[in-house]
């Protein structure tokens, strides 16, 4: 069996090496240079991409801003998991939002900008404490800008005047008080079976996620429910096969969609050591028409961004329960090198063992490490 990946960075790296026990043979498209390479060798396979595309028996995608002509002809091969219906959704803050209001699913309150001009019509609407989305081809926090006060939006304008609004339209939204973030990461098969992960909680740190824990404390029947819902109402409507993720916003019981990960996720890697059936496995075995995996969690886990830093010795690996993901690239500011999944047999002990690791990092690239360790010792 082979699927063929479209992107080949860590997400590829990470679903071929969950494949090779199940026989599953994953390459990988560099979408720059349209290149095959094996995404954990990283060398290039001699194969033309016509070729590879008929040899396949499945083509799925690592992120979601994939070149149009590229989509087109994976697309046209009939072999594409998830659609590009919803490989569009996911990469278009527009789509993503009119498939939100299609389907009566919460969401921050936000407004199309077209035009520089139209923004003080939006700070009228949502408040002068906003957040500017480009609704293509940001990701981590990039292609992002806030507005704090009413007094900065010259300034702003005058920046995003630069940009072709009319061609990437901006998303405008409140600045949310939310109490927490969390996500949901399920998978989805052919048949329309689903099998989900406990929502996690997510902490991001100037646009970018820095530690998910999973299952994410405090979390009652009705909440999980609300979440498993949304995904059910997205995931039915966009025929969706594969791993899906939601981000949400948590205000009181309230869950709002942040956005929506047509593909495996950041805040789903601590599946790997958590949980029965990680999500790369998952992913393989929905896009193949294999029966999903279950996704019983094994321990409470966290997951920790290695963020722009690699100058550490790696003697942590004496912490119990500490595993190691290293993704083997050029060390780049904000670029994530690897991450670590902490396993535990409670949430006190997992704060511990955090708060361990913590002593062997450069702390200033894991801002959020130690103030969570200490409120999950409080658990
Ligand atoms: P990623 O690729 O990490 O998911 P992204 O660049 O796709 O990020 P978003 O998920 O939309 O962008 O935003 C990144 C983070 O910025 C969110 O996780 C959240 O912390 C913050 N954020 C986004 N929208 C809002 C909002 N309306 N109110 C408050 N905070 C927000
Ligand atoms: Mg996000």
């Known amino acids: ?17 969950a494949g090779y026990p199940l026989g599953i043979s994953v390459q990988a498209v560099d979408v720059v240079d349209n290149k095959i390479v094996d995404p954990v060798t990283k060398l290039v396979i001699n194969n033309s991409l016509d070729r590879l595309i ?12 994939i070149p149009e002509d590229l989509l087109e002809l994976v ?23 009119k498939l939100l209001a299609k389907l009566a699913i919460a969401n921050s309150p936000f407004e199309i900008v077209t035009d520089v001009e139209q ?14 989305k480009a609704s293509r081809d940001g990701y981590d926090g990039y292609g992002q800008w806030r507005l704090e006060s009413k007094s900065e939006l010259p ?20 600045m949310l008080n939310f109490d927490r973030e969390l996500s949901l990461v399920a998978v989805r ?16 740190h100037k646009g970018q996620l820095h530690v998910s824990i999973a299952p994410a404390p405090n979390v009652d029947t009705p909440l999980n429910q609300q979440a498993q819902d949304i995904f059910n109402k997205l995931s039915e409507s966009l025929d969706y096969v594969g791993v899906l993720a939601v981000e949400f916003f948590q205000i009181g019981q309230q869950l709002l969609v942040n956005e929506i990960a047509p593909r495996v996720h950041n805040s789903g890697h601590w599946t790997m050591q958590g949980a029965d059936t990680c999500q790369f496995e998952n992913h393989l075995r929905a896009v193949r028409s294999l029966p999903l995996g279950s996704t019983k969690v094994t321990s409470p886990t966290a997951m ?5 830093c690699q100058a550490f010795a790696r003697d942590m690996l004496s912490i119990p329960g500490c595993h190691l993901h290293w993704y083997g690239k050029a060390s780049r500011k904000k670029r994530k090198m690897g991450h670590f999944n902490l396993c535990a047999d409670n949430y006190a002990e997992l704060g ?6 913590a002593e062997y990092l450069p702390i200033e690239h894991f801002p959020m490490l130690k103030d969570e360790a200490v409120k999950l010792t409080k658990l």
Request: hydrophobic share 45%.
């Open 352 to 357: 511990k063992i955090m708060l361990a690791l």
């Open 119 to 132: 923004l003080d019509n939006a700070v009228e609407k949502l408040g002068e404490r906003l957040i500017i």
């Open 189 to 204: 098969n052919g048949e329309g079976d689903i099998a989900y992960y406990p929502l996690a909680e997510n902490l991001h």
């Open 1 to 17: 069996m082979s699927i063929l990946v479209l992107g080949a960075g860590q997400l590829a790296r990470m679903m071929a090496l």
């Open 75 to 97: 697309h046209t091969s009939g072999k594409l998991k998830p659609s590009v219906e919803a490989i569009l959704t996911g990469a278009d803050r527009v789509r993503e939002k």
């Open 155 to 174: 300034g702003l304008k005058q920046k995003l005047s630069k940009l072709d609004l009319q061609k990437v339209p901006l998303i405008v939204e409140t």
């Open 304 to 308: 920790i961004n290695i963020i722009g």
């Open 54 to 65: 008929e040899e396949v028996d499945a083509i799925t995608v690592e992120f979601e801003h």
